[in-house]
Nanobody, 124 residues
Framework: QVQLVESGGGSVQAGGSLRLSCSVS????????MGWFRQAPGKEREWVAG???????RYAESVEGRFTIAQDNAKTTLYLQMNSLKPEDTAMYYC??????????????????WGQGTQVTVSS
């Protein structure tokens, strides 16, 4: 059974940093491609960052240069390091797992499994 558990959210002032963690089973990490999404109130869930099995990463334009997606060597934790946070980064953040496709998976429907989410609030 695939289980994803996020942690690390919180409240921070603009310009601050947070690191989100997503606990995954090694089986999950070896079998699926992973991504981070976020959803602000009244908005659609949007893709933030992804990592392929060869560790190649990709970011949404809105977070490029500020956020970093990474995995630990044991492949049991997925991270999202968020620096230079802005009020517009305020959202519920989710990690997700889905079957690896030939193309980058940027849509929520590309993923089968989701964590419960962790709230990030950035004040100005």
């Amino acid at each position: 059974q695939v289980q994803l558990v996020e942690s690390g959210g919180g409240s921070v002032q603009a310009g601050g940093s947070l690191r989100l963690s997503c606990s995954v089973s090694e089986y999950t990490y070896n079998s699926y491609c992973m991504g981070w999404f976020r959803q602000a109130p009244g908005k659609e869930r949007e893709w933030v960052a992804g990592i392929r099995k060869n560790s190649v990463t990709r970011y949404a334009e809105s977070v490029e240069g500020r956020f970093t997606i990474a995995q630990d060597n044991a492949k049991t934790t997925l991270y999202l390091q968020m620096n230079s946070l802005k009020p517009e980064d305020t959202a519920m953040y989710y990690c997700a797992a889905g079957p690896c496709l030939a193309h980058w998976q940027l849509r929520p429907r590309d993923y089968n499994y989701w964590g419960q989410g962790t709230q990030v609030t950035v004040s100005s």
